[in-house]
């Protein structure tokens, strides 16, 4: 029976509680934590790393109807919420989990995307029609 993947049209965002980064103090595995979610206005984003003990904080920066402003795309802009590249979206630090692949790289912010893409990946049959805003439409069919 051939390996499947039934498209689950999950966006970036879904991803974007936590990452898993190259601490920028010691070069190791950390994290940057965001649990109350992409939209929670005056939330702590937290950086922690678990080898050097560095500790950082955030919030990002709102707009004059005090919601978050988010920057779409491959460059990083401080004190707002940068979705697309591989950093992390508060700190911009680089993603741990990202290798060189056909040219380009891939990457993943934590271990549930990085199985997500891997299901995707390793299937033999996958979904036809993915929402275009989905990480799936983004990859190769
Ligand atoms: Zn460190």
Not at 38 to 64: D, Q, V, W
């Amino acid at each position: 029976m051939k390996k499947q993947f039934k498209n689950g049209h999950r966006m970036l965002e879904s991803f974007g509680y936590e990452f898993i980064v190259q601490c920028p103090n010691c070069n190791e595995k950390s994290k940057v934590i965001s649990p109350e979610g992409l939209y929670y206005r005056n939330a702590i984003i937290r950086f922690i790393c678990m080898s050097c003990g560095l500790l950082k904080e955030m919030i990002p920066s709102t707009n004059c109807f005090n919601q978050n402003v988010i920057s779409y795309g491959n460059s990083w802009r401080e004190g707002l919420i940068n979705i697309g590249g591989n950093y992390d979206w508060y700190f911009g630090y680089p993603l741990y989990l990202q290798v060189a692949c056909c040219g380009r790289t891939l990457w993943a912010y934590n271990l549930e995307h990085l199985s997500y893409l891997e299901k995707y990946v390793e299937a033999e049959l996958r979904g036809s029609s993915p929402y275009y805003l989905s990480v799936e439409s983004r990859l190769p069919i």
